[in-house]
């Protein structure tokens, strides 16, 4: 197929060219076999070449050239098209489209390249086997511009197309596409084959820019491609038989020629690199939306995540009221009942003295066991109204380390399995931060429940230890580790990453820790770190100042880090919740 096109391609050329001189104005079938190579890629290497020469050979034998002359002319055209292609190949890879300015100018480079070589060739073919008596410059100076011409209007628009099969266009583009070339090539019709006043100070190609421009911020390069191949055709035509513009009789045919070689290369150029352009563009814009998007839905992730873990605390804190209160209920109820037993008592008769000492023991122990039930509950309720203020509140202010934490950590307790006492602290009491409590509540809880899902994911239970200590003036080192199974150093490298988790199948979204890095290191201002290994838990280290970034209060502290560890798969492990 290769061979046939370009066949029907050279004898297009050989038919056009201009009279008496017989130059051509371009050569569109090197544009054929350089533009089907470089599409369809070094697989059809061979048969592009075999097809070229073969081509070559009948094209030439058909006209006044000898065996072997043709033979070495088949040589350079396919020698010029592997070259081109090889070129493109090697700094471009496969799937070379022509929708970035840089492809662009690679293409027109091998282009260059591979004409400037087979021009050398065809030089000393022509000056060989048929006694040229033009100087050899000039004579590959004719092949290199034909050549190069054909290849810059041809070649794109087979690269083109065959990257418009493999990703085709919607139809809407595609019939708004063809109906602009139709309209273009109108254009250029009677840009091109009439002649005017307009024409003669202005150019046809001034007149088809607009077009051209409106046709490449449209549609995709393939159609540019398409339209600088008409009007290409379009100008040699006219050249070679001298009709309208091109066709001027009072030029001569080396100044006809140029203008058209000219024209041509303006044509090609310009409409590939502002296709280019506005490819670029439109790929950049689809980019920034879905990045757009996902940033969206990411955040709306992390905003859910963030009231996930609010819910879980919320839940726990329930579970654990419902004891202090129903024994209170329970106490309550049973007094009433001993008050209306005892009143019964006093209408009925005289009272002992061990039944008013009955009762009186009664009512100190109800008395004592509400006492306690309810100051528990009071004491639950306020740890979590204050955790709950600062998750909900995300301004800053001073705040005791070791009381913030055990507010938290109280808050946690109900939420957590069976073996949830073996969560300790050991903070020391002078630690003041100026920083944001809810963030760093946000962090200590995602912790926990990372560790406790999948450290502990065995569900033995384990240690879990939050320790903190000064490194300075100012800065503080939080650690939180536990003895669960620990990371493997393949998911070390990821457990920061979100939406990274090896527990989906469970329920995970892997945005635990993920969160408590961009808290860490955001908002706290602060670094995180995680050491871990298989069998040995893991820590989290995040080292905080005192002093949050941003604006401080009057009242300052000084700046302190935290390092947090955190253990097994969990704190720092999978990426968890």
Known sequence: MVGIVYFLAARLSLAMLTKPEGVAVFWPAAGVSA????????RTRWPVVIGTMTATIVANLLGDRNFWGAVLFGVCNAGEAALAAWLIGRFFGPDFRLDKVRNVAGLLAAAIAGTAVSGIGGAIVFKLFHSATAPMLTTWYQWFA???????????????LASAARDRPPLSELVEGIAAVAALALASALAIFLRSELLANVGPVAVLFAPLLWLAARCRPAFAAAAAFIISLSIVWTTTFGIGYFGNRDLTTNERVLAAQISILLVTIGASVVAALFAEIRDKRKVAEAALHASEAQRYLIETEKLAALGRLVAGVAHELNSPIGISLTVASTLDRRCTHFADQIVSGPLRRSRLAEFTDGCRDAANQLVANLQRAGELIQ?????????????RRLFDLKLATEQIVASIRPGLPKYRDSLSL???SDIILDSYPGAYGQVLTNLIFNAVTHGFADGLGGCMLIEARRLGPEQIEITFSD???GIPEEVQRHVFDPFFTTRRAQGCTGLGLYIVHNLVTDQLGGKITLVSAP???????????????????????????????????????????
Do not use: C, W, Y
Request: glycine share 12%; hydrophobic share 45%.
């Open 383 to 395: 740890s979590f109204k204050q955790v709950a203020t600062d998750r909900s509140d995300a301004d």
């Open 426 to 428: 050991a903070l020391p």
């Open 146 to 160: 034909s050549d190069a011409l054909g290849i810059i209007t041809v070649a794109p628009l087979l690269i083109e």
């Open 483 to 485: 003895d669960g199974g």
């Open 535 to 577: 069998g040995k838990g893991t820590t989290i280290r995040m080292t905080l100042p005192l002093l949050a970034p941003g604006a401080s209060r009057d009242v300052q502290a000084p700046q302190t880090m935290v390092n947090v560890a955190a253990v097994g798969h969990g704190a720092a492990g999978d990426a968890a919740q």
């Open 35 to 42: 533009g089907v190579l470089i599409a369809l890629g070094p």
